[in-house]
């Protein structure tokens, strides 16, 4: 990706293989304190078990519970599979949901996501164990609400061809939905956590660009709202990469402008991930979905 830009600020990215991933292991701090903003860490998980997940969901005769979202955005439709009511703005909530409405679906919903695994595998383990990597030896866990009921651990994803996430930053906390949660997290950027269960056939890379909520006069269309995407990539520096099977992002997505560019041809891009922030005292790490 290429840009004519002549502002100081660029994405700063680390890309290892999972042998290497000590050498990051406090890469969530390193987002927190502005020194780092994607992180990508090849073969992080087993490839099968992420494989076979990502075969069986790839297909229309079937549906496991998939929620749609942003079905009155066609172009982001995208399926969600362990709540109908995510911890996001979207196309059907644009100012997101109650705190209530989405603990209700955490529980109505857990299972779901959970049990496209096969036996053996347990994905929420995995993700807690993973994290802990990049977490400089703090202890990692699921956010909980003040009357103890979990938040969503993570959840899966699916882009079938056409279907893109559009540029956007994840910086939720002044949503209600976070009300309880905002208070004990280290509100300067808020992370993305992402590991790829199949790879389309073209297109569905992460893009991102160094336009941040405090970028003066950033590049939007003339209602205002919508990013202007040709804009931004002439004028901002920018990095895409391309993930396999197995493979895992942490994105500083409150900080740095984003987005999953269209998927293309009959294998759709399904993932699973999340969020996560430090606690406000930076000792241990929160994560939801």
């Known amino acids: 990706m290429t840009n004519t830009t002549s502002d100081s600020r660029r994405i700063r990215s680390v890309d290892v293989n999972a042998a290497a991933a000590d050498d990051v292991a406090d890469a969530i701090a390193q987002m927190y304190d502005d020194q780092l903003d994607v992180l990508i860490v090849r073969k992080a998980l087993a490839v099968g078990p992420l494989a076979a997940v990502g075969d069986r969901l790839d297909r229309d005769d079937t549906d496991p519970g998939?929620?749609?979202?942003?079905v009155k955005m066609p172009v982001e439709d995208i399926q969600i599979l362990g709540t109908d009511t995510p911890a996001t703005p979207t196309y059907q909530a644009?100012?997101?949901?109650?705190l209530d409405a989405y603990l209700e679906s955490a529980e109505k919903h857990s299972a779901e996501a959970q049990d496209v695994f096969d036996a053996g595998f347990e994905p929420a383990a995995k993700v807690t164990e993973l994290l802990g990597r990049f977490a400089g030896g703090r202890p990692v866990e699921?956010?909980?609400?003040?009357?103890?009921?979990?938040?969503?651990?993570f959840t899966v994803r699916r882009l079938v061809n056409g279907k893109q996430i559009g540029l956007h930053h994840d910086y939720h906390y002044p949503l209600s939905l976070y009300n309880e949660l905002a208070p004990t997290v280290d509100t300067r950027t808020l992370i993305s956590y992402v590991a790829l269960l199949r790879r389309p056939q073209?297109?569905?890379?992460?893009?991102?660009?160094?336009?941040?909520?405090?970028?003066?006069n950033p590049p939007k269309m003339p209602n205002g709202h919508s990013w202007n995407l040709e804009a931004v990539e002439q004028g901002f520096d920018s990095a895409k990469f391309t993930l396999d099977v197995g493979d895992f992002f942490l994105l500083a997505s409150g900080r740095c402008l984003h987005r999953i560019a269209p998927v293309e041809g009959p294998r759709a891009r399904v993932t699973m991930g999340g969020f996560l922030a430090l606690s406000k005292d930076r000792d241990r790490v929160y994560y939801w979905s």
């Open 94 to 98: 644009p100012r997101g949901a109650s």
């Open 142 to 153: 699921v956010a909980k609400a003040a009357d103890g009921r979990s938040y969503v651990p």
């Open 202 to 216: 073209a297109g569905g890379e992460l893009c991102v660009y160094a336009v941040t909520p405090d970028t003066p």
């Open 66 to 70: 998939w929620a749609r979202p942003n």
